[in-house]
């Protein structure tokens, strides 16, 4: 069974820090890779995303994942944080077999970044 | 445009009673998932929709849940005979067909007293 591992789960930094987010998934077969942010009080919505293709990904406010197919780790980075940046932060993979896409979901990490 | 919405926003009831939640997916979008978000448990697939196929129950926790969705759009998910450990937020999202991209609703948070 698929399953999405995050390893920390509070990370405490001070703006202008680096942050790195770990996330391993296990799964044999081909995958797509997310990362969604839920800022406090508002939705789950979409970092960035891996499908195919060059595994450094860049998507919003900054952020970047790599995807290191022979680790299964698909790690988030942000060269410098901002206090905005405060959320819980959640790794999701699926398989694109058959029509269904359902998530499976890390247990998320919660971010926390002092002015 | 609209995005996801669900209602109610907070819900809470007693155990042994039905509770029903509600999903409007983005107009067009045919895909549509529920999941459940626990302390402790992080984010579950429930079940899936697509169009007019028959549905994808597999994450069901139990027989006292079950989903439905009329008219392709409006989803309604009950849970039947409420117990403590259904207490979560249950979230609703919604996509283009076969494509991964999932738009999210705000959830509905249920308090099981």
């Known amino acids: 069974a698929q399953s999405v591992s995050q390893h920390n789960h509070h990370v405490i930094l001070s703006e202008a820090a680096s942050l790195e987010l770990g996330c391993n998934y296990s799964y044999g077969g081909t995958v797509n890779l997310f990362w969604y942010v839920q800022y406090p009080g508002q939705h789950l919505q979409l970092l960035l995303k891996y499908f195919s293709g060059d595994p450094l990904v860049k998507g919003i406010k900054g952020f970047e994942a790599e995807f290191i197919k022979s680790k299964f780790s698909f790690n988030l980075r942000k060269p410098s944080v901002q206090w905005s940046d405060t959320a819980e932060y959640f790794c999701a993979v699926t398989n694109n077999a058959g029509n269904n896409r359902k998530l499976i979901w890390g247990l998320g990490t919660s971010l926390a970044v002092n002015p | 445009g609209a995005g996801v919405s669900q209602s109610p926003s907070n819900k809470v009831t007693e155990k042994g009673k039905d509770v029903e939640l509600r999903c409007d997916p983005i107009s067009g979008h045919t895909a549509l998932y529920w999941y459940r978000q626990s302390l402790g448990q992080g984010l579950e697939f429930l079940i899936y929709?697509?169009?007019?196929?028959?549905?994808?129950k597999s994450g069901l926790p139990s027989d006292r849940f079950s989903a439905e969705r009329t008219g392709g759009s409006v989803s309604t998910l009950t849970i039947q005979r409420t117990q403590q450990e259904d207490s979560a937020v249950y979230l609703c999202a919604s996509s283009l067909p076969l494509v991964y991209e999932q738009y999210f609703g705000p959830g509905t948070r249920l308090t099981v007293t």
């Open positions: 929709f697509q169009g007019n196929s028959a549905p994808d």
